[in-house]
């Protein structure tokens, strides 16, 4: 049996849409350097998520006090040098 050719393929595509008329006018890439940069998306528990309410600036803030929590010393205690 021979393959058919792509001309005589089966296209699901209905006939109405032309695709070189809806992709008129893109640009190639336009996104490239965007999708190259990357992303971190980060899925929260359901019990956490529901504490911020879907306000990515209080998500942000609670990670930066997490961040500034870090530095701190905890549990060291400092000598001090009698004069």
Do not use: C, W
């Amino acid at each position: 049996m021979k393959k058919k050719r792509k001309s005589e393929m089966d296209d699901e595509l209905r006939p109405e849409y032309d695709l070189h008329e809806l992709l008129k006018g893109g640009v190639r890439g336009k996104y490239a350097e965007r999708y190259r940069a990357g992303t971190n998306l980060v899925l929260l528990a359901p019990d956490v998520a529901k504490a911020f309410a879907n306000d990515a600036k209080a998500v942000n803030e609670a990670l930066r006090l997490v961040i500034q929590l870090t530095k701190v010393p905890v549990g060291k205690t400092q000598h001090r040098v009698k004069s």
